[in-house]
């Protein structure tokens, strides 16, 4: 019985080379393509998927949220995130999404078939590096981690908002901007806003 593919990647080149490539494989076959997040939530509804291969980056709905949404429908399809992208910030959104694996377009064939058996079973898959950092991001004190919402306003931070312009973005008060700049100034260990940017892109906390 082969397992029933749906890829989503939004350059057709490569939704090309994925297809020839798993087409090589008897059990795998590929059944769907998507180049955008909002068609791969419709096409998972219509095709029921065995394994969904997702990139993170594409227009219209990108990949971390189209996994949210499936995952939102009650939809348990497997996703495995296939992408160049292995910031702490894209690991962490796309698992946290509801993500079953993780691999690099680096990726060996043989690796990427072995994946794609992995999550088709329930089971998760990881590229080494990833699962290295999953290692390192466990053994990590828990104070030094930063709260999605934090890492919000320290994404604005980085971008050169002031705290009543990311107090608006957010729709929240400066009041709480500056309680969370606090939080993250501690858990960084530094006392600006400068600081605390340079910081997190040290520690790939920002893409």
């Given amino acids: 019985m082969s397992i029933r593919l749906l890829i989503v990647d939004d350059h057709p080149v490569v939704r090309e ?26 096409l998972v509804e219509q095709l029921r998927p065995d394994v969904v291969i997702m990139d993170l980056r594409m227009a219209i709905m990108d990949g971390t949220t189209a996994i949210e ?8 399809t497997p996703i495995l995130v296939l992408t160049t992208f292995e910031s702490r910030v894209d690991i962490l959104r796309a698992l946290k999404a509801g993500a079953t694996g993780y691999m690099l377009k680096d990726v060996p064939r043989e690796q990427l078939f072995v994946a794609v058996r992995t999550v088709a079973q329930g089971k998760s898959a990881f590229a080494p590096e990833v699962a290295t950092f999953l290692l390192q991001e466990v053994r990590q004190p828990a104070s030094t981690l930063l709260s999605w919402r934090e890492l919000e306003v320290l994404r604005l931070v980085a971008r050169g908002a002031s705290n009543k312009e990311a ?27 400068t600081a605390a940017v340079t910081r997190a892109l040290e520690q790939g906390l920002l893409p």
């Avoid at 949404?69 to 348990?76: A, K, T, V, Y």
């Avoid at 107090?167 to 606090?182: D, F, M, N």
């Fill in 17 to 42: 080379g994925l297809r020839g490539m798993l087409a090589s494989q008897p059990d795998l076959s590929v059944v769907g393509e998507a180049s955008n997040g909002q068609d791969a939530l419709e």
């Fill in 69 to 76: 949404s499936i995952r939102q429908r009650h939809l348990e």
């Fill in 167 to 193: 107090a608006r973005s957010l729709h929240i008060s400066e009041a709480t901007i500056k309680s969370h700049l606090l939080r993250i100034f501690n858990k960084l260990g530094v006392d600006d806003r």
